[in-house]
């Protein structure tokens, strides 16, 4: 199975049959535009990465909360491909904001498995990363459709979900942001761990040892893919970059992150945005 990472959250899961977005974000505007401004879609950009991906058999769009760098992008692809979204009732909202149609809208039931082609996804109630100045609506939603160009801090979070994904025989986690909620592992195993990183720096020593705990240690991956831990104001067009220094420097997440897993025997591969990688 294929999975070709476009940056923050965005995965594309490829059997050969059957395609599935995890998050739909490629536009990608500048931190000023998320301060003061608003935006659209950049069709021209998606559509590229649509083209360049073959994205010709997508079937579900499934979004792990409704801030802009995870849905942002969803509604125009949907219409695009005709796939589902499924998402909160926050998600769904953006999504009605852009047209797509009702019958291609699923909200999500806690813990409720959705079988897709011959994907099973497992939606799994979370949690988001701890709030900062930027980014302080956590358990706010979006009531009412959402329409581009919407500000970009309009996009409330809405709930955070996690995904166990089981195909081909693999068993995949996507938690997607920096957090733990004790024991919500318990019981699972994965192959492949996609493992939200940002924020790890700035953790203390008593967060870091924890969160490890509660998902690589719990999950005991052969394999740990680090996502959100790359500069989502920077455009997809020039070379991908950790996140703004003041914000956190990334080469001390990647080395916190190596350190565990090289204490654990686990393997850890950072995957650049526009990559692919067979799992």
Not at 105 to 129: A, M, W
Not at 142 to 156: C, M
Not at 206 to 230: N, Q, Y
């Amino acid at each position: 199975m294929k999975v070709t990472f476009f940056g923050t959250t965005t995965l594309l899961f490829d059997d050969g049959k059957d395609q599935i977005f995890f998050d739909a974000h490629m536009t990608r505007p500048s931190l000023f535009k998320y301060i003061c401004g608003s935006a659209p879609t950049d069709t021209a950009v998606v559509d590229e990465k649509l083209k360049t991906h073959k994205v010709d058999r997508l079937r579900a769009i499934f979004v792990s909360h409704s801030h802009h760098d995870h849905v942002m992008d969803a509604p125009y692809i949907a219409k695009k491909t005709g796939a589902v979204i499924y998402g909160s009732s926050s998600a769904l909202n953006v999504a009605r904001g852009g047209d797509v149609p009702e019958e291609k809208l699923v909200c999500f039931g806690d813990n409720e498995t959705y079988r897709v082609g011959g994907y099973s996804v497992k939606v799994i109630p979370s949690i988001h990363s701890k709030p900062t100045i930027l980014n302080n609506d956590l358990g706010q939603t979006i009531d009412e459709p959402l329409r581009q160009p919407a500000k970009l801090r309009s996009y409330k979070e809405g709930g955070s979900f996690d995904f166990y994904v089981e195909a081909e025989g693999k068993k995949v986690m996507i938690r997607p942001s920096f957090n733990y909620i004790k024991g919500q592992m318990d019981g699972y195993r994965a192959d492949v761990l996609f493992l939200g990183v940002a924020g790890l720096q700035k953790a203390d020593a008593e967060t870091e040892r924890i969160f490890f705990e509660e998902t690589v240690g719990k999950l005991s991956p052969k394999l740990v893919i680090p996502v959100h831990w790359d500069n989502f104001f920077s455009p997809l067009t020039k070379p991908a970059t950790g996140m703004p220094r003041l914000v956190e420097k990334t080469e001390v997440v990647f080395f916190k992150l190596a350190q565990y897993c090289e204490a654990h025997g686990i393997d850890c591969a950072v995957q650049i945005p526009g990559t692919s990688i067979e799992i």
